[in-house]
């Protein structure tokens, strides 16, 4: 007690919030509820509901530590009941030499959901080639409630070995989503999309659209980095380019209140969430229901333990019921 009062004297000096800017997303209301808000609000993919609105957002598998990472992130969505998209399963379209890597349909639980993963190049091919009917199977075998399409036409360009598109993504879309019956989300992987892809996807029969948007993780850089130093003046100003949530979710907004005549169930909002706070915020906003998703957010953590990831989680998930119990959204 007497350590608690003395940290107090000292912090409290040190940490007036008069230097620090305000967070004016948010009014804080804290009359008005009691710390145990007794449940968050469910959101279903699919027919299968998230207990916590969040979302393992696709990382890749097929290296020696994918198995441990996608153990440690399905032992999370299992235990605090969120959604998790696996990274892209193309090697397993090869062969199932690292099945193991990806099955964990037996970790994650029956019901959660849990979805594979393709880019749109893979799809291309697989379009032209007549051989679509492998992603079912593969699907399948991994017991996955549908599948993630992420589109990466500046991460594949930049790539020294990355794949060329011959169609515009959305004729591919549009073709999968005619020949495969499974339910299907599409997104970006870290920079985003602006208004007229929002609309064309916004008219297809997809279950979601995840934003995976620019200011987090950047598949582009991470390429550049990957390229010799001589290339990088060439690359490098295309990596300032993408749509930030913010900016994609008012342009959800517009498009809804301009009467488009479609929209996805729900939308998946990530790229460059930091916190809860960003991720509460952005569901809390969303014209449609939405939940938050993270990749570098859970790989900082997966990587290590489960007790280091299921602490942090837990952390998370607790830092959300404060912000749902106590902070209204200042419109
Ligand atoms: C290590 C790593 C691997 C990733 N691999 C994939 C992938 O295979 N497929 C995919 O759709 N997105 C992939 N992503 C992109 C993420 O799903 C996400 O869209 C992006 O990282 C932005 O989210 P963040 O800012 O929370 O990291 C990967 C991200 C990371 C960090």
């Known amino acids: ?25 948010f009014i804080y209301e804290p009359l008005l ?9 469910e959101v279903k993919l699919a027919g299968k509901a ?16 994918a198995r441990h990472i996608n153990t440690n992130l399905a032992m999370a969505a299992n235990e605090f009941g969120l959604g998790m998209g696996l990274g892209s399963c193309r090697i397993l379209l090869e062969s199932e030499k690292h099945l193991s890597d990806f099955d964990m349909r037996k970790v994650i639980g029956d019901e959660q959901p849990f979805w594979a993963n393709l880019g749109i190049a893979q799809l291309e091919q697989m379009v032209e080639k007549g051989t679509l ?12 409630d549908g599948l993630v399409i992420h589109i990466n036409p500046l991460q594949e360009w930049f790539q020294p070995e990355g794949d060329r598109l011959a169609n515009p993504p959305i004729e591919i879309i549009k073709e999968v989503v005619n020949q495969l019956h499974m339910p299907m989300l599409v997104k970006e992987v870290g920079q985003g999309m602006g208004r007229e892809s929002l609309r064309a996807l916004m008219k297809l029969p997809i279950a979601a659209i995840e934003f995976a948007a620019f200011g987090g993780t950047n598949f582009a850089r991470v390429e550049m980095m990957r390229r010799p130093s001589t290339d990088h003046e060439l690359f490098e100003p295309m990596v300032y380019v993408g749509q930030t949530a913010s900016d994609m979710l008012d342009d959800v907004k517009k498009l809804i209140e301009q009467g488009e005549d479609c929209k996805p169930p729900m939308l998946i909002i990530s790229g460059g969430i930091k916190n809860y706070l960003d991720g509460y915020y952005f569901i809390k906003t969303s014209p449609i229901p939405a939940v938050y998703g993270m990749a570098s957010g859970f790989l900082k953590h997966a990587r290590d333990s489960y007790s280091s990831l299921r602490d942090w989680a837990k952390s998370h998930i607790d830092g959300l019921k404060v912000a749902h119990a106590y902070l209204k959204i200042n419109e």
Do not use: F, Q, Y
């Open 133 to 144: 009917n492998e992603v079912t199977d593969m699907v399948n075998l991994l017991r996955c």
């Open 33 to 41: 509820s009691g710390h145990s808000v007794p449940k968050l609000p």
């Open 1 to 25: 007690m007497e350590d608690r009062k003395k940290d107090h004297i000292n912090l409290a000096l040190t940490n007036r919030t008069g230097t620090i800017e305000k967070d004016a997303r």
């Open 50 to 65: 998230m207990k916590v609105p969040i979302w393992i957002s696709s990382m890749t598998g097929g290296s020696g530590i």
